[in-house]
């Protein structure tokens, strides 16, 4: 995944392992300093895909790793980000092939 740093409000939609019915914490760790900060987002379920809102500072050109877990430590979502400030481009050869 790819946000941008000049933004501070992100929306990331993924395909969770399962579907939480509690609160949820997102785990962000730098993966260049292993600082970790936790963030409690919002979120809402579309089309099966989790939709998650929140709202945090990320350093240019870093990038992250993500663990999503609800109120029992049970894992919704595990991945990377990529954080930039460069617009995100689109290729014809996977356009529209891959849901991001």
Not at 13 to 19: A, I, N, S
Not at 38 to 53: A, F, K, Q, R
Request: proline residues 3%; negative net charge; charged residues 20%.
């Amino acid at each position: 995944m790819v946000v941008n740093t000049n933004n501070t409000s992100h929306l990331l939609k993924v395909t969770p392992r399962l579907f939480p019915c509690t609160d949820i914490e997102i785990y962000i760790t730098n993966s260049f300093r292993s600082a970790v900060d936790v963030v409690s987002p919002t979120y809402w379920e579309d089309n099966n895909l989790l939709n998650i809102s929140f709202d945090y500072s990320f350093e240019d050109e870093s990038n992250y790793q993500i663990k999503i877990t609800d109120e029992n430590s049970e894992v919704v979502f595990r991945g990377e980000v990529l954080s930039t400030s460069q617009n995100t481009q689109d290729y014809s050869l996977t356009s529209n092939r891959y849901k991001w």
